[in-house]
């Protein structure tokens, strides 16, 4: 144990300390919070940021910097400490956490200029996004060579081992040997209502190393133990290493009596001052004011004085060795930069020749295929589907990750997609590298976890979704997606931070606004995209200049053609049901003169951005509106408004051939005609 042998306390020991002071203060004043799973991990804290991981305090953006995911966002506490430690955070900045307008949210909140790589809430998935984060780092090693490499560092909990996700990213990482990543475990063993005992026998470092990874198990608590294991890890370059640190719940507690009182539930989740433990007492024991607990003791302040000097000066070495190795590699600098400002505009969109009456899947893969040649910091993943979802268009192209060589672009996730869906967002966090991955649209319930932290994160990343509606067919109703598209719209309707739609979600209607819907998800920088395609063949809308009317999909919804003079009907959808209205429209048009308007609206959360007058030159209030929509009838009820009218398909779907079922379920262009004509008799 690192401590003086006059009993006096070592810098280190103190700092970790003043991190446990700091940790739970914070709690206690916001009368909520984890007070004792961060002073137990106060030690591996200070010494990984002190000691171990690089950064440039004065950029810290840096792009070669050092990256720490925390997955257990309950402990926010102990990350706030330590940035505050660090100078990232004033004094005042910790005091109000947890309150309103404060930077300092009860789960950490992505904010990299104040070190805070990933939001993180949901156990499991911070890690997750810390694994994509090191595929990106070993993704630009292979074109860049080690002078792009840095360290991946995560924390994770009891909890995050336990979720299920942790089975994906133990596989995938340990498979991939992704060795630049050191995870510590922190086994406190208890819960925040039982103690894992209770709920697990499992032997943890044999799962891990079954996986292949390095494991080391140490006391959590011993800071010359840390120091090792770190470096040991570090050291390890073939495979990723978790360190098991027995730590000690609430580490430096004490009760009235001033004896110890670690290591119990209760402090896992209140605090201190509503538990059996004294918070006065254990603020004088860490060393501290309990009258003022919230200081920088002076000692602590000096060393992390010298401990950022040391870090700028190590950074400016770095940058030195950066710029020598540009100056040797124009060419290469260029490319990184590039990747960096994720740069698009070589791609010759209106150029690209694509495929005709295909399903939108099959356009997707022919734009994935163009890709492939044209977009090099593209990295694209399926989970075990991608002869199906066509993402195999971009494999052609390239090759898929493996141990020791990721200088394709391609990941083979296998069946796990809410890993492959917060590794890809992992990717996007690390920046430099654009992520795509794909599965059947039924799947994205697994995902919708990942892709919710993702919007609030405001962090791009291609969502591929094929195999779209009940057309899946004989595959039955555990393949038909009804309501997932609602779903979808929802999040498109909710607002980020900053004021945006939380999600692009897109379901062209057929090959020419697929292609411009790859062209929006790539140029999407602020938020996730989600793209929904279509498993079975469709129409290409025979309209005049199809492409370049195709283009307005970039306003969310628009005008795909229409008969001249006053109208009688509007006809509003997207997906494969627009060649469906198509359809109906021409009888509508042949059998009873009436004069309509077609639109496809693939995303009415970027309509809704619209101007009003835009808005309403598309669905003017006044001419009646019939909706048609292969999943739940809400999908379109905003579009159509209260006097309007849509088709959709309020239950579960049935296994047969489509076709039989577009038959039964109405949606035929005989079926718009009777539907449509009824709707306007009524």
Known sequence: MDTATDNKKSISIQAADNIRMLS????EKAKSGHPGGPMGGADFMHILYSEFLQYDPADMAWPLRDRFFLDAGHMSAMLYATQTLLGNYTLEDIQNFRQWGSPTPGHPEVDVQRGIENTSGPLGLGHAFGAGAAVAEQFMVARFGEAAGHMTYMYISDGGVQEEISQGVGRIAGHLGLGKIVMFYDANDIQLSTIVDEVTGEDTAMKYQAWGWHTITIDGNDHDAIRKAIQSGIDDKERPTIIIGKTIMGKGVVNDAGEAYEGEVELHGKPLGKSNASYANTIANLGGNPDAPFEVMEEVAAHYKEVLENKKKAAGERKAEWNKWSDANPALAQKFADFHAKKLDHLDWDGFEQVKNKATRDASGAVLSMLGDKLDNLVVMSADLCNSDKTENYLKKTTA?????????????????????????????????????ATFFAFSDYMKPAIRVAALMETQVIFLWTHDAFRVGEDGPTHQPIEQEAQLRLLEKLQNHSGGNALLALRP??????????????ENSATPTGMILSRQGVMDIAVENRYDNAKHAEKGAYIVTEDEGELDIILVGNGSEVSTLFEGMQMLREKQNLKVRLVSAPSEGLFRKQTPAYQASVLPFDIPVFGLTAGLSVTLEGLVGHQGMVHGLNHFGYSAPYTVLDEKFGFTAESVYDKVMEFLKD
Do not use: P
Request: with cysteine; aromatic share 8%; proline share 0%.
């Open 24 to 27: 739970a203060a914070m709690v």
């Open 401 to 437: 990750f493996e141990r020791g060589d990721f200088s394709g672009k391609f990941m083979q996730a296998g069946v796990s997609e809410l890993t492959m869906a917060a590794m890809a967002t992992g990717i996007g966090l690390h920046g430099g590298v654009i992520a795509a991955c």
């Open 509 to 522: 209607c057929d090959g020419d606004e697929t292609t411009i819907a790859w062209k929006m998800a790539l």
